[in-house]
Every structure is written in structure tokens, then in C-alpha cells.
């Protein structure tokens, strides 16, 4: 906020993502307010409160359109609004196409590694130029000057940015890829490689987490574009714009009033589903979806009670797994595999009154995600690739205790800052195994001094952080482009 006033005076703030930060939902007792599983609207929300704007979003709730005004608008948060959420309304058609389609069964399997074959189909790829091509309608509509700053979000959205450069010209476009980029010989299987470059390139500034996407990036576009790069300045030249392409790790909130823990954290955990008091426990929290490793997680469990026979029955697994993307055959897959394993697990190692892992595949709201952040001994983050992962910085953040192990994947963006967790290999079932026994058997001094220096880095490089760095950045972009017109 700071930042805006300061550095970007009277410049609006309009922020575009697929996913709304606020969902409305018809049920038996009426219509509820629900706030969607997902890193990127954890992330932007706080900013978005913050700093006032407007957020453009499609409107997937089954209640959405009734609480909208004659504009599509809803002022949130509902409680204290502080900003305008604008709804695009979306057809089922154009969100087979270019949400189910070519978002998620092209560009997600391609950027990610994960061992998945992209999907792309021509009409796909027109659903998601329409689609497209209607958001930047949408941001024209609300953009009440030519020169807001836009703030781009995701895979959804790659062609976005120049569509709206070529309306607004001096808009500042911040477009922020929240999943891996992979290198150049992945990217080209992409049949419409050279558009989604020019299309990103319509961005001031392009960020991802890690230095490696933005290299990866920079790289494809030296392969399939012609222009001019500047890999010390990084800065792309094409098309007469020029585009920053740089690294921003995105993190959280950090928690408000952390309240100390007197009491056993786990208490309601451990009442609601009968672990008793001397069995230890691990967690997973994600969405269910193939890019995060869940089976080989449970995999490495497998191998972890093979090789350490006496830890069978004093280790519960518990699982939250918020159904995604059920539409889509990848996942339903999925969800049957991780059945199976499941089973075959907790029947392998399973007794009277003893299930090793507990399966919960259904949403649950942050405030319960809070509880079992704070009654784990080990929370494990094995994702096969991952852009940054915000579990891990939850867990941690959770953690006033100091207390608590983080197992964490070497392929997400967020081992290159939670140093002191135990890194693995997801791919790696018994090193994996071995850092479950390592965690289980840490002394209490190195548990606190590791959790004590990651929540030192998540506290200080938290969302707040992130979007500061874009925005400083953006505010020397404006004002060089200043001076060059006055020289
Ligand atoms: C995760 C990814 C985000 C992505 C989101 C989409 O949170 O990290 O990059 O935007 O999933 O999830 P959705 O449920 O909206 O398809």
C-alpha cells in the first residue's frame, strides 16, 4: 500500500485470475460464502485487501450471479470491503475448453514434469483465445485510466497480457507464472508456443519463483522468437516493448496474533479420529493432483515400515486430499490409484483399532488446515514438481510452537529457501522412507533450531514482501520510461 502511494501515485490496481477469492455457493440452508483451496488467491488475496483495486475473476459458484450488482460486481470482503470483485461469466463450453482443456490438460502437464502427456486439441486452444480475448474485455471495461497497473495471474491467462498491451499501451502489466516453466525442448511440444511467448511478452514485467523458470523461459524464447535479449539486465526486447523477466518467490500472510499453544494441539485431532496419545503423527495437505506426489509418499511410508518394522503402529499418515479438476480423467485416475494404495497399505500394516493412513478427500477451511498444521509432528511436501508450494510455508508459519518437522521435495520452488527441512527426492521411495525415520527420531533441540530459522524466512520474505519487490520494480520501469521520453 505503501509502496503504491509512494513510488505509484493514483495508479488503480486490477488484478486477473481464473479463480475468484470469493465463492458464493447454494446449499439446503442457504447461500454460503466459501474461499477456494488455492496458493495463488491465498497469496494475492491479503494484497488485494490491502491495497484496494479491483479483481477480475471468473464466476464459478452455484450462487455467484445472485449476489452481484447490474456491473457484475460484489464489494469484498464481505465483512469489511475493501476492494471490487468482477465476475466474467463463463459457458460450460468455453470452460471445457480453455479451463478443463487447455489450461489444465496442455499447459499444466507441460510445465510441470510430472510424467503426464499434455493434451492439446485445436479447440481447446480456440476456447481459451476467446476466453482470453473476453477477460481483456473485461479489464478494458473496468479500467478507469490508461496507465492502471494490471496484475496478471497464471497459465490461464498467457495471452492476456499483449491483448491488453495493444488497448492500453501504458498500462503496467505484471503477469506472475505461479507454476514451473519447463525448458525449451519440453515447452516446443506446445503446438502454439510462438503465440503464448508473444503473448506473455505483452508483459512490463513476467515473474516466476525460482531464477531456473525464468532462465528456462528466457531460453524458449531465444529458440522460437526473434528478439533481442539482455541476459545481464534480464530483459527481453520484442515487438518495440521490453519485458522484465524475474524472479519472485511468492509466500503468505504471516500469521497476525500467534497464539501460543498451551495446550496438546492434537487433542481434537487425535478425539475425532481415535490416534492415541503415544502414536505420532504426519500429514499431507493438497489438492489431489498428480503433480504432488501423494502415492510416492505413500510409497516412501511403505518402505519406511518395512525397513523400521517397530514404528508400525505408532506413526498415523493423515492425508487431506480437497477433490480438483474431477472432470478430467488424469485425476479421476488418480483419485482411484491413491484409493488402492491406500488400502493395500492400511491392510499391509492395519489392526484392530490401527489404520497407518487416513484419507480425507474433502475440503476444509483454513481454520481446520491451522489445527492440523499445529498438531503434526511431520508435515510432508513431495511434490514430483512444483512452482513454489505453499504448504510448506503454512506449516511452517503454524509453527509458534517451534516445533515440528518439515519432510520437503528438492523439485519445489520452496526447498530453495526452507533450507532446514528434510530435503528429499520424491522420486526416491527409500531415501524418502529414511527421512521419515530421521524426523521421527530427531532430537527436540535440532526440531526447534531448524523450525526456528524457516519461520525466520517466512516471516521476513513473506506476500507482502513479493508483491513489493513487483511493484518497486514496476515503479523504476515508469519512471526510466519517464525519463526516455523526456530526454
Ligand atoms: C494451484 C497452483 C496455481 C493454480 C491453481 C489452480 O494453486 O499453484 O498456480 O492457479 O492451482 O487451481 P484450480 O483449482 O483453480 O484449477
Given at each position: 500500500q505503501k509502496i503504491l502511494a509512494d513510488e505509484l501515485p493514483d495508479t488503480e490496481v486490477i488484478v486477473v485470475s481464473n479463480r475468484e477469492p470469493y465463492i458464493h455457493e447454494k446449499t439446503p440452508d442457504g447461500v454460503v460464502l466459501r474461499k477456494p483451496a488455492s496458493g495463488l488467491v491465498s497469496a494475492l488475496e491479503p494484497i488485494t485487501r490491502t491495497c484496494g483495486g479491483t479483481w477480475i475473476a471468473h464466476g464459478g459458484g452455484s450462487a455467484d450471479r445472485e449476489t452481484v450488482d447490474q456491473q457484475d460486481h460484489v464489494a469484498v470482503p464481505p465483512e469489511d470491503p475493501t476492494y471490487t470483485l468482477r465476475r466474467v461469466w463463463l459457458s460450460e463450453e468455453e470452460l471445457k475448453g480453455y479451463y478443463l482443456g487447455f489450461a489444465n490438460e496442455g499447459m499444466w502437464p507441460l510445465c510441470h514434469i510430472a510424467f503426464t502427456r499434455p493434451i492439446f486439441r485445436a479447440a481447446d486452444w480456440d476456447a481459451y483465445q476467446a476466453v482470453n480475448r473476453k477477460f481483456a474485455d473485461a479489464v478494458i471495461a473496468e479500467a478507469k485510466s490508461d496507465r492502471p497497473i494490471v496484475l496478471v495471474q497464471d497459465y490461464h491467462f498467457a495471452l492476456l497480457p499483449r491483448l491488453i498491451r495493444e488497448r492500453l499501451p501504458n498500462a503496467i502489466i505484471i503477469t506472475f507464472w505461479h507454476i514451473p516453466w519447463p525448458n525449451a525442448e519440453v515447452f516446443s511440444i506446445c503446438p502454439w508456443r510462438e503465440q503464448i511467448l508473444d503473448g506473455l511478452l505483452g508483459s512490463s514485467i513476467l515473474g516466476f519463483h525460482i531464477q531456473l523458470h525464468c532462465n528456462n523461459f528466457t531460453e524458449s524464447v531465444d529458440r522460437f522468437l526473434e528478439s533481442r535479449i539482455d541476459r545481464e539486465g534480464a530483459a527481453i526486447s520484442y515487438k518495440g516493448g521490453t519485458t522484465l523477466v524475474h524472479a519472485y518467490p511468492i509466500s503468505i500472510e504471516w500469521p497476525k496474533k500467534p497464539k501460543f499453544i498451551t495446550t496438546d494441539p492434537s487433542r481434537t485431532l487425535r478425539d475425532r479420529h481415535g490416534i492415541p496419545d503415544d502414536v505420532k503423527i504426519a500429514i499431507g495437505v493438497e489438492r489431489l493432483d498428480y503433480t504432488k506426489g501423494v502415492l510416492d509418499r505413500f510409497h516412501a511410508l511403505d518402505e519406511f515400515f518395512t525397513q523400521h518394522s517397530d514404528w508400525i503402529g505408532r506413526l498415523v499418515f493423515l492425508q487431506i486430499a480437497a477433490p480438483s479438476r474431477s472432470d478430467l480423467p488424469a485425476y479421476k485416475l488418480l483419485h482411484e490409484e491413491c484409493l488402492a494404495l491406500v488400502a493395500e497399505i492400511n491392510d499391509r500394516y492395519g489392526t484392530d483399532g490401527y489404520q497407518p493412513i487416513i484419507l480425507l478427500d474433502e475440503h476444509h477451511t483454513q481454520e481446520e488446515l491451522a489445527e492440523l498444521y499445529r498438531a503434526a509432528d511431520i508435515c510432508v511436501?513431495?511434490?514430483?514438481?512444483?512452482?513454489?508450494?505453499?504448504v510448506a510455508k503454512e506449516f511452517v508459519a503454524s509453527r509458534d510452537d517451534e516445533r515440528g518437522v518439515l519432510i520437503l521435495?528438492?523439485?519445489?520452488?520452496a526447498s530453495r529457501e526452507l533450507l532446514e527441512a528434510l530435503i528429499?527426492?520424491?522420486?526416491?521411495p527409500s531415501s524418502m522412507g529414511e527421512a521419515f525415520f530421521h524426523a521421527l527420531t530427531m532430537p527436540e533441540g535440532e526440531m526447534r533450531e531448524r523450525m526456528q530459522r524457516m519461520r525466520e524466512v517466512v516471516r521476513s520474505n513473506n506476500v507482502f514482501r513479493w508483491a513489493g519487490s513487483m511493484l518497486v520494480d514496476a515503479a523504476r520501469l515508469r519512471k526510466r520510461a519517464a525519463l526516455t521520453s523526456a530526454s
Open positions: 511436501v513431495s511434490s514430483l514438481h512444483d512452482g513454489m508450494n505453499l521435495s528438492t523439485f519445489a520452488g528429499v527426492n520424491p522420486f526416491d
